[in-house]
């Protein structure tokens, strides 16, 4: 495969992706978090080249999607907190870390051998009629490779995939912008392991007190959060009040009072964090230019999506 076609999403090339991935194939689909690089989840081999397409630590395990909450009754335990947070937020963009069901199909490696699985109900409508039609749990990273930018266009997946995927099923841009937020229900406290898309007030809301993720921890929680991750190349400077003339510059909220910058964008001039979330790693694409000597970021307000969002650019600027 020396690139992989983008394809616009339609009946047609929906049913020829389930296809695809009931062969074992890989393909990049979009949903409303970021593009996913997905893979037949009961079989081994797909996994494994999941794995091997995105150059991932093996020990990283992954998320299975499905089209609807039966489809997991194969497949894990349920218990109280997860029915009632799968009630309220799926489909959507969050995800659930429970325990594997004894005689669970998906494949081990998916769980990098741990006794949990982490499964969502995407809401994409792309998303949810490619799972509807493979009828399989599907595993889907982002489309990245391990430790770059979640792609939220099929240009980014192209971008970071090349040839390693069978098909890009193209379905625009990702619009919540930010991965699932993945909580892990089977420890006595529900504890947040990756903040995202859904945030920690509104989990309370639903099942109290939800531990916080740890972001400054050095010690990864859930095995994929190493400390760095969704890396650009150029080093990356945060809350800043200033800005270099050969820096780039990623601003948020009125961005009058910085001035110059080789090249300047604004995650959200109103300062509205879900239009921030949205366009976060798409700009921060834009502005990895060697030309720079680096980005300087504008403080974000911890609260909200802003725990997320911060997380992530965290993450971004461990070298
Ligand atoms: O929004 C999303 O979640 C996207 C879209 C495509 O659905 N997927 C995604 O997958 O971000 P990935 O593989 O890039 O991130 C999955 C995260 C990792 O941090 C991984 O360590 C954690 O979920 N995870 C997966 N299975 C787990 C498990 N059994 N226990 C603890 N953490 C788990
Ligand atoms: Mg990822």
């Not at 009629?129 to 930018?149: C, F, M, T």
């Not at 976060?280 to 999506?305: C, E, K, W």
């Amino acid at each position: 495969m020396l690139s992989s076609p983008i394809v616009p999403a339609d009946k047609e090339s929906i049913a020829r992706a389930a296809a695809l991935l009931r062969e074992g194939k890989l393909v990049a689909f979009p949903t409303e978090t970021v593009y996913g690089l997905g893979g037949d989840a009961t079989s081994d081999k797909a996994v494994a080249a999941i794995y091997a397409a995105k150059d991932r630590p093996q020990f990283n395990p992954l998320i299975a999607h499905v089209a609807d909450v039966r489809a997991l009754d194969a497949l894990i335990e349920w218990n109280e907190n997860a029915r009632m947070l799968a009630m309220q937020f799926w489909p959507g963009p969050l995800t659930l870390v429970l325990l594997r069901k004894k005689d669970c199909p998906v494949s081990l490696l998916a769980s990098a051998g741990m006794d949990t699985l982490a499964v969502r109900i995407p809401s994409h409508p792309i998303a949810r009629q490619l799972l509807a039609e493979v009828g399989r749990p599907i595993a889907a990273p982002s489309a990245n490779q391990s430790g770059k930018l979640s792609p939220t266009t099929p240009l980014h997946v192209a971008e970071s995939l090349g040839g390693k995927v069978d098909m890009i099923l193209a379905g625009g841009k990702s619009a919540v912008g930010l991965e699932s937020t993945v909580i892990d229900l089977v420890s006595k406290q529900p504890r947040i392991l990756r903040p995202g898309g859904i945030t920690k007030e509104q989990l309370e809301k639903a099942i109290g007190p939800v531990e916080a993720a740890m972001t400054d921890s050095s010690a990864p929680l859930s095995p994929g959060m190493l400390p760095s991750h969704y890396a650009p190349n150029l080093p990356l400077r945060l809350n800043a009040e200033n800005v270099a003339a050969n820096e780039a510059l990623l601003a948020f909220g009125p961005d009058t009072l910085i001035k110059g910058g080789a090249m300047r964008l604004n995650l959200s001039e109103k300062g509205d964090l879900d239009e921030a979330a949205a366009n976060l790693f798409a700009m921060l694409r834009q502005l990895d230019q060697p030309r720079f000597s680096g980005i300087a970021v504008m403080p974000v307000p911890n609260t909200g999506l802003g725990v997320a969002i911060i997380d992530r650019l965290k993450r971004a600027s461990v070298r």
